[in-house]
């Protein structure tokens, strides 16, 4: 009995393994970036402007953070870090013009809310940023595992994405992950998004009743 008991912990052992590493890594090769669109991702990185959240006003604002801290707590159990967490959300998706709940179901999908998460090729952080980003459009020196840095980064490049693709969601999120063309990775970030992060602001959801 002691072999087949030692067999299958070692078996359960390896699948445990392998359910901790991100969900989706694709090549994500370096890309040509003109000098125009070069500069222009640079500026974005290193403009740090007014923090503002997704939110006009403050009551939404705050009906979000709640909304979504509840949702997140069983991928982040601390709640003074979920919060931070949340409202650098905010702050950086606002900044990017991105949908804040967009973001979170690609850090799902992408990290599993993992601050060190690493992908097999490199990718870094939760929204799994490849460090040769820092060289094409920021610092050398920079660290992907800082929240913020890691969240400034990974939504700058999904905007570029959805630029460059007019718009197109599904080949925007294929570029990001560097699966374009491949239906599954989209499929998981959009269904991820529906499924685990929609929100409504209080009045529009009053109005649904």
């Known amino acids: 009995m ?3 008991d030692q067999s299958r912990r070692r078996v359960l052992g390896a699948l445990l393994a392998l359910a901790s590493l991100p969900a989706w890594a694709g090549p994500r090769g370096e890309e040509e970036l003109s000098a125009a669109v070069r500069a222009s991702l640079q500026h974005a990185v290193a403009d740090d402007g007014d923090r503002h959240t997704a939110f006009s006003d403050p009551l ?3 009906a979000w953070l709640t909304a979504m801290s509840a ?3 069983r991928y982040m159990p601390d709640e003074a870090a979920r919060l931070r967490f949340l409202r650098t959300v905010s702050w950086e998706s606002a900044r990017a013009g991105l949908d804040p709940q967009l973001v979170l179901a ?5 990290s599993r809310f993992r601050k060190y998460a690493v992908s097999p090729v490199g990718a870094m952080g939760y929204m799994q940023v490849m460090p040769f980003w820092l060289k094409a459009i920021g610092q050398t020196g920079q660290d992907l595992f800082q929240l913020r840095t890691n969240l400034r980064y990974g939504c700058t490049i999904l905007r570029y994405y959805i630029d460059q693709e ?3 969601l599904f080949r925007a999120l294929g570029r990001y992950n560097g699966s374009l063309g491949q239906p599954g990775y989209p499929v998981m970030v959009v269904n991820a998004w529906k499924r685990n992060w929609s929100y409504l602001p209080p009045t529009q959801e009053a109005a649904l009743r």
């Open 106 to 110: 690609l850090i799902q999908v992408e």
């Open 71 to 73: 949702k997140l707590a």
């Open 2 to 4: 002691g072999k087949p």
């Open 60 to 62: 939404h604002a705050e």
């Open 166 to 168: 007019r718009g197109n």
